[in-house]
């Protein structure tokens, strides 16, 4: 019997999930957790084989809780959905202990082959971030600015650079805007920009939003 744990705080999109992998896997028992909270006690108090987990959850964000589950459950495969594509957060959450990275736009039978690989002790990352990850280990590569950001505040300049307010970001991640304007500034001190237009452009430039 194959466990599988699914943490994402949309239900829908939980369900979608859970209905594509229980065609697809006989006797498949799937979980659900809606938050990184819940999905920590429940790895903690039971067994799963592989944990889908989504990278942008209020409170906690998903690859703090990546890292938190790879410390409790080292063993378990962590299959890291996200809205972003690969090159934003794919890099992140590999180096962060996940054994593969899948965007939310990914087809069901992707989906599925992810599942396979990572059930057989394999990774699974697809062309796009195997490229990018390929072009780190030259010696003449030279990582742009974001990449000096913490997890969270990479989060957070990708919310800003999307044109979101302190305001936003700060219901959106159930923090107070005072950390968010804190994390705002330690952005900005960190890539040498002064004005969220800068941001804007920095960020278009590098093609993290569109």
């Not at 939980?14 to 992998?21: E, F, H, P, T």
């Not at 959905?81 to 039978?109: C, F, I, T």
């Not at 002790?121 to 280990?137: F, I, P, R």
């Not at 999307?162 to 700060?170: E, L, M, V």
Request: hydrophobic share 40%; charged share 25%; proline share 4%.
């Amino acid at each position: 019997m194959i466990r599988i744990l699914i943490a994402d705080d949309h239900p829908v999109l939980r369900n979608g999930l859970k209905s594509i992998l229980v065609r697809e896997f006989e006797g498949l028992v799937c979980g659900e957790a809606a938050n990184a909270e819940e999905a920590l006690t429940r790895v903690e108090q039971e067994h799963w084989d592989l944990i889908i987990l989504d990278i942008s959850m209020p409170g906690r964000s998903g690859l703090e809780a990546l890292k938190d589950l790879k410390r409790l459950r080292p063993m378990i495969p962590v299959l890291v959905m996200s809205v972003h594509p690969d090159v934003q957060y794919g890099r992140r959450a590999l180096m962060a202990g996940a054994s593969g990275y899948l965007n939310k736009d990914a087809k069901p039978e992707e989906l599925v082959r992810a599942v396979r690989q990572l059930l057989s002790g394999n990774t699974y990352v697809s062309q796009t971030l195997a490229d990018s990850l390929v072009s780190h280990l030259r010696p003449d590569f030279h990582g742009p600015l974001h990449q000096t950001l913490s997890d969270r505040e990479f989060e957070i300049m990708l919310l800003l650079a999307s044109g979101k307010t302190p305001t936003h970001i700060a219901e959106e991640l159930h923090l107070n805007v005072t950390t968010i304007s804190t994390y705002r500034a330690r952005i900005m001190t960190k890539m040498n920009i002064t004005t969220t237009s800068e941001l804007m452009f920095y960020a278009l430039s590098n093609r993290l939003v569109e």
